[in-house]
């Protein structure tokens, strides 16, 4: 109850006792404080001329702010303020670089800081399951790890300047395809080994303001009403402190959603389900404790707003564009570099002999369709970009249309491609831009394939036949098909979808400026059909089987030996590097044990640049199907021309473990492993075998355990034995037969005396 003569439960921009306010509220008052007014703001509580709870607002997006007008639809960018469009997460993803994107994330933080936002609506770490998502250009990898440390990076970045984040979407949401109803069916080996990692590294590591639930099921139930993902994963076993939000439209029940541990349903219903909640609880449906725990998270995240909204700040827009060109050229992968008049096509010494083809150079596709738009502070675009950088009036000719465009000419695609034809004949170097339409790839729907778009290969194609020397740049954000037309290409670079200044970046690596030191973070498969998802994507009928388990991306091309165009991990550089030696040191046992891995890495040209040092583990061993290799850390070291540095890696008891189907929890088997270090998960440059001292994971003994498990058992696998092969009871020969048989049938046998009551002893001294 209030007071007359006490002082206000908050005070405009400074924190506030969220305790004192919780206890103040009504039912209704709380159950509003669950959903938001509008589409973007949290619900104010007033009353009596005073502000109780104070409003804050939250908007998109993972890589730029996308801050709407009130009156704004929700896709639209016409009305947004103008942001810098960093590179979208396909290009960050390919940075490998968690210092870099923490130095991204703190611009991303202060521009929101300067808007009045409370809360930025990313980083999103899904894994990239298929190629064909929709969504791929937000996600940054299809290996955990990489997302989980970058995404990890990014919220740290963000939230040193006083805002929130939102890690998203919670979770298996690996489709746009009837992604607000499909249930993904994943079995929980899977879910903790490849889909929830990321979410969980980046919990524990950085705290995320909000976890934002994803639209779709999880084996049958809502992530927004998902007890287990919410509270049982999210906050009991890692430790989450934060808010809970809903995906935009995401509630289907808000009372089970409260229960399950939904904090924030958004956008604003209305108060319709403001009134269910009031129900629900009046009714002894919904304990109001579950209500106070999502209004405690509520108002700590009002709070812990309130410093940033009281003093915003302001953006250097120069700087922040300059830190996008950087981060775009360190995202930029250099898939191939061949030698044509006995040297490497890349880098172009200068502009003499340059001609530029292909729309896209002179219309940039920088960024993604959808909810993450930005109303970019400047665009550059590669043509302007590299007649900038070397001084000379580069031809150009568009060669296709974009979307259908006609490129400012009114001609149709067999001239455009002829007078790029033309152009190139009478070039030294034919620089051709390529990529995907924005029609090709968005949030809402998925591709339909892998290719690019026919006219823009005829056009590779036509040009080529007049021209060897070559080079083409990708703009794309999700894994394009390569392979019908690599061979006719010496150089290739793939840009990814790499924000407002990503035509500067591009200028840079091909002229050398910036040698480039990206990596993919996602394989380039031959075909669709190697895809290990191909057959189980989208799904049919609401459900999609993830049937491929834990062999996602490199873990399924590398275990069936299956040919790709380019590996994970992949990445040239205009200088080369040599490892040495690789060495690891056991520490510890079981849950506490450690590798420490070492390798010396050498600059071995005469460029400086950077390279990414990867360690992959493999346990041939294990009693479960595990991937030929995993990721399991990684470096990324800048050297001189000619230094060497010692690369020292720690590997914890995590990245040994896997997740036991059975004890359901994280275990280390003992026995050897195999750690490998390279420049890829097809390019290891040395491997050691080490000997790790592993847990109990034995199974208990029951009635259906076979006689193989249980002579395995060294509790009580001798006196089995006695009985097996003492008693001649078996051949050997039968032995195999046998041995697959469950110890209760066995029993049933009545033979050598081995009956129930006997098999009851056993099972007692095994399982005592």
């Known amino acids: 109850m209030t007071t007359t003569d006490a002082a206000p439960a908050t005070a405009p921009g400074k924190p506030f006792d969220t305790e004192r306010v919780l206890a103040e509220l009504t039912l209704e008052e709380k159950a509003s404080l669950l959903s938001g007014v509008d589409f973007w703001h949290t619900q104010p509580v007033e009353r009596d001329g005073e502000t109780l709870v104070p409003s804050v607002m939250v908007t998109d997006g993972p890589h730029g702010l996308r801050k709407q007008a009130e009156s704004a639809d929700h896709l639209g960018i016409g009305n947004s303020v103008p942001a810098t469009c960093f590179p979208t997460a396909a290009a960050l993803g390919s940075t490998w670089d968690a210092a870099l994107l923490r130095r991204v994330g703190e611009a991303l933080g202060r521009e929101t800081r300067a808007n009045d936002v409370a809360v930025l609506l990313g980083p999103g770490v899904n894994i990239k399951r298929s190629p064909l998502c929709g969504r791929n250009f937000e996600y940054l990898s299809e290996d955990p790890l990489v ?398 089987r993830y049937g491929e388990g834990i062999f996602v991306g490199y873990r399924w091309y590398d275990a069936r030996g299956i040919d790709v165009s380019f590996p994970f991990g992949h990445g040239l550089s205009y200088t080369t590097f040599a490892y040495g030696d690789v060495s690891a040191e056991v520490t510890g046992s079981g849950a506490e044990a450690g590798v420490r891995v070492t390798v010396r890495v050498t600059n071995t040209g005469d460029r400086a640049g950077a390279e990414v040092v990867q360690v992959y583990v493999a346990d041939p061993q294990s009693q479960v199907q595990r991937p030929e290799r995993e990721l399991k850390a990684f470096a990324k070291v800048a050297l001189e021309p000619g230094e060497s540095r010692d690369v020292v890696l720690d590997l914890d008891a995590r990245a040994l473990s896997y997740w036991h189907p059975v004890l359901r929890r994280w275990v280390v088997e003992g026995g050897e492993f195999v750690v490998a270090v390279g420049a890829s998960s097809r390019d290891l440059r040395g491997a050691v075998t080490v000997e790790v001292e592993g847990e109990d994971v034995r199974l208990p003994l029951h009635e259906l355990s076979t006689v193989t498990e249980a002579l395995a058992d060294p509790r009580v696998g001798e006196q089995l034995r006695e009985v097996v092969y003492g008693s001649g009871a078996f051949a050997e020969d039968l032995l195999a037969m046998v041995g697959d048989m469950p110890l209760a049938v066995i029993a049933d046998f009545g033979m050598a005396g081995f009956d129930r009551a006997r098999l009851g002893e056993l099972l007692a001294a095994a399982n005592a």
């Open 147 to 544: 997302a989980g440390e970058l995404g990890a990076a990014l919220v740290q970045g963000i939230q040193s300047q006083g805002v929130g984040t939102s890690l998203k979407h919670y979770a298996a949401n690996n489709q746009e395809a009837d992604r607000m109803r499909v249930s993904a069916d994943v079995d929980e080996r899977t879910l903790r080994e490849i889909y929830l990692p990321a979410f969980e590294r980046v919990v524990k590591q950085a705290q995320p303001w909000t976890v934002m639930c994803s639209y779709n099921k999880v084996n049958d139930v809502y992530a927004s009403q998902n007890h287990w993902l919410l509270t049982e994963v999210l906050r009991d076993e890692w430790g989450f402190e934060g808010l809970v939000v809903s995906d935009w439209g995401a509630v289907r029940d808000r009372v089970a959603a409260v229960a399950a541990g939904l904090d924030l349903e958004m956008p604003s219903s209305g108060g319709r389900t403001d009134a269910q909640v009031v129900a629900a609880v009046r009714e002894g449906r919904l304990d109001e404790a579950d209500v106070d725990a999502a209004v405690r998270n509520v108002l700590h995240l009002v709070s812990r707003a309130q410093p940033a909204l009281a003093e915003p700040g302001t953006v250097d827009a120069a700087e922040h564009h300059a830190l996008a060109r950087e981060a775009a050229a360190a995202g930029t992968v250099l898939l191939k570099n061949d030698a044509v008049d006995g040297a490497p096509l890349l880098p172009l010494a200068d502009g003499e002999g340059l001609v530029v083809v292909g729309e896209l150079a002179r219309t940039p596709r920088y960024q993604g369709a959808g909810s993450s738009q930005v109303n970019p502070t400047q665009l550059d675009d590669a043509l302007t970009a590299l007649r900038a950088a070397t001084g000379a009036e580069v031809p150009f000719a568009a060669g296709y249309a974009v979307d259908g465009k006609d490129a400012g000419s009114g001609t149709d695609a067999e001239a455009l491609r002829a007078e790029a034809v033309e152009v190139a004949k009478a070039a030294r170097t034919v620089v051709v831009h390529l990529g995907l339409p924005a029609s090709y790839e968005s949030e809402g729907y998925d591709r339909e394939h892998m290719d690019l778009p026919a006219d823009q290969v005829a056009l590779l194609e036509a040009v080529a036949a007049v021209n060897p020397r070559v080079v083409v740049v990708l703009s794309n954000g999700s894994a394009v098909t390569v392979a019908p037309w690599q061979g006719l290409a010496p150089a290739i670079v793939e840009g990814w979808l790499g924000g407002q200044a990503s035509g500067g970046a591009v200028a840079d690596v091909l002229l050398g400026a910036v040698n480039p030191s990206g990596r993919l973070a996602e394989t380039l498969p031959v075909r669709l059909e190697d895809n290990p998802s191909y057959g189980n994507f989208p799904g049919e009928l609401g459900h999609v």
